[in-house]
Structures are given as C-alpha cells and as structure tokens.
T-cell receptor
Framework: AQSVTQLGSHVSVSEGALVLLRCNYSSSVPPYLFWYVQYPNQGLQLLLKYTSAATLVKGINGFEAEFKKSETSFHLTKPSAHMSDAAEYFCAVSPQDTGFQKLVFGTGTRLLVSP | DGGITQSPKYLFRKEGQNVTLSCEQN?????MYWYRQDPGQGLRLIYYSQIVNDFQKGDIAEGYSVSREKKESFPLTVTSAQKNPTAFYLC?????????????FGDGTRLSIL
C-alpha cells in the first residue's frame, strides 16, 4: 500500500528564515503528489501538485517543491518565512492503481513562525 | 465563486444520537469524499462516491453512513454505533477518475460529544 511520511510533527523557524518541510512516499511507480495547507478550523487548500510534467513545482504563496525519484521525496520549501505561513501542512499521494482518486495523507507538519 | 459548503461548523452529539453533517458543492464534480481528521493522524477516508446513487466504503466506514441522491450533495450521518465520534470532518470533491487533479475541500464540521 502507498504511504506518506512527513518527518517532524512540528517545525519552528524565525521570520525570514528558510522553510523546509519533508515528505517521503513509498511507491513502486511514481505517483501524483500534492501539498496542502490548513489554517486553524479551516479546510485544506492546495499549495502545489506534482504530475510528472516538471520535477520542480512552484505553488502559491512562494512555496515550491522538488520531486526526487531516487530519494522518493517531495520536500516543500520557501526561501523566507512569513508570520502568515504558520499553519499545518499535509503531503498527499494519489496512487494510480486504486480505481478511484484516493488521496493518502501524511500525518502533517505544523509550521511555527516566530518574529 | 464555486466551492464546497459544509454545515454546521460545530455540532454536538448526545449519547445514542445520530447526527447528519451536510456537504454541498457547486463545482460540478462527480466525485465526493468524506474524511475524518484527528490530531496527529492526518486525514482518513470514511466514504467516497463517484456518481449519483453510488458510494463506497473507505478505510474507516464503521459507524457512519452516507447517501448520494444528488450530484451536488453528499451528507454524512454519524450513527450511535460510532463510539468515538469526536473529530473534525472534512468533505471534498474532485473530477472523477482523474488522479492528477486535486481534491477541493470544504471548511469542515467539528463534532463533539455532550
């Protein structure tokens, strides 16, 4: 079964510092990958998606992620953190062998941004 | 603007009571999903539907039921058989059988036990 591992349930950065949120997936066939952001008491908002067109994917709010097949990773980065980036981030994989679009989510990483 | 509307935002359940969470979408999506979110566990799939009048169990369907009588609507009932219903419930929709398209989410319903 496909799975997603997000290392670190909490990540703390200072405003202006680099943001790096890690995501590794397990799959024999490269799946489609997504990053979502969730603000408190809200639903999930799509940040970006990997669909095999390009390995470096740019998303909203200055975030980007790089797909590395050799490392089975899809880490999310942002060069300079803003206070407004404080939220929970979820990596998800969409396997292509389930008969429907089943998203398998990681357990999430809460990003804390300090002034 | 198109989107997904979930109601109510907060819901309280008494012992032995069934409660129904509403989910409506105007994105013209065929596929709809219900997820349960618990702290530290990510999102887990309860039920999904790819077409009107058809739905399938997800990974944690016990104690829940759904219906899909209209394309726009996919209500979730949390029955008294669900012994630990306290969670944040999220509804989503997507283009059917399109693995590279994202799911769109509502703003959730938080269910608590009285």
């Amino acid at each position: 079964a496909q799975s997603v591992t997000q290392l670190g349930s909490h990540v703390s950065v200072s405003e202006g510092a680099l943001v790096l949120l890690r995501c590794n997936y397990s799959s024999s066939v490269p799946p489609y990958l997504f990053w979502y952001v969730q603000y408190p008491n809200q639903g999930l908002q799509l940040l970006l998606k990997y669909t095999s067109a390009a390995t470096l994917v740019k998303g909203i709010n200055g975030f980007e992620a790089e797909f590395k097949k050799s490392e089975t990773s899809f880490h999310l980065t942002k060069p300079s953190a803003h206070m407004s980036d404080a939220a929970e981030y979820f990596c998800a994989v969409s396997p292509q062998d389930t008969g429907f679009q089943k998203l398998v989510f990681g357990t999430g990483t809460r990003l804390l941004v300090s002034p | 603007d198109g989107g997904i509307t979930q109601s109510p935002k907060y819901l309280f359940r008494k012992e032995g009571q069934n409660v129904t969470l509403s989910c409506e979408q105007n994105l013209n999506h065929d596929a709809m999903y219900w997820y349960r979110q618990d702290p530290g566990q990510g999102l887990r799939l309860i039920y999904y539907s790819q077409i009107v009048n058809d739905f399938q169990k997800g990974d944690i369907a016990e104690g829940y039921s759904v219906s899909r009588e209209k394309k726009e609507s996919f209500p979730l009932t949390v029955t008294s058989a669900q012994k630990n219903p306290t969670a944040f419930y999220l509804c989503a929709s997507s283009i059917v059988n399109s693995y590279n398209q994202p799911q769109h989410f509502g703003d959730g319903t938080r269910l608590s036990i009285l």
